[in-house]
């Protein structure tokens, strides 16, 4: 008896499959893997008081209390006109145009009262302009 075996092909590998399964297992190892720090250094850093007082001479600080009233470098001023202001803002640019006003209005204080300040600044030719603000943890001092 002779058998014969027709054409002599060698099997095929599908790889496909056993990639699909290999990137699913290493997407779970990726997943479920905690990292971990090998070395650490104890630090101990170094202390600063961070509510000092900052002094700039370049920096005029004008204070808008919630009824309306200004203070500009902690003096409090008579009028609420922008004149006033604007004087005042001028006498205390030391530092000339290059002067940084910083507005530190009340949360209760109204736009009007913050908006003649600006056009105080403007007036007096400064026209560099911050807002003060404080973080949310302090707020509730």
Known sequence: MHFSHGSKEEPEVNLIPFIDVLLVVLIFLML??????FTE?????PVADAEAQRDYPK???VAVSA????????????ERSVEAVAEALGNAATG???SVIIISADANATHQSVITV???ARR???IQITFAAQSAGR???
């Open 67 to 78: 009824d309306g009233r200004y203070s500009v470098n902690k003096s409090p001023l008579a």
């Open 124 to 126: 007096a030719g400064l």
């Open 32 to 37: 479920s893997t905690t990292y971990s720090k």
């Open 118 to 120: 600006m056009e105080a």
């Open 41 to 45: 250094m104890q630090l101990r850093l």
């Open 96 to 98: 000339g145009k290059d």
């Open 139 to 141: 707020a509730g001092r």
């Open 59 to 61: 920096e005029v600080i």
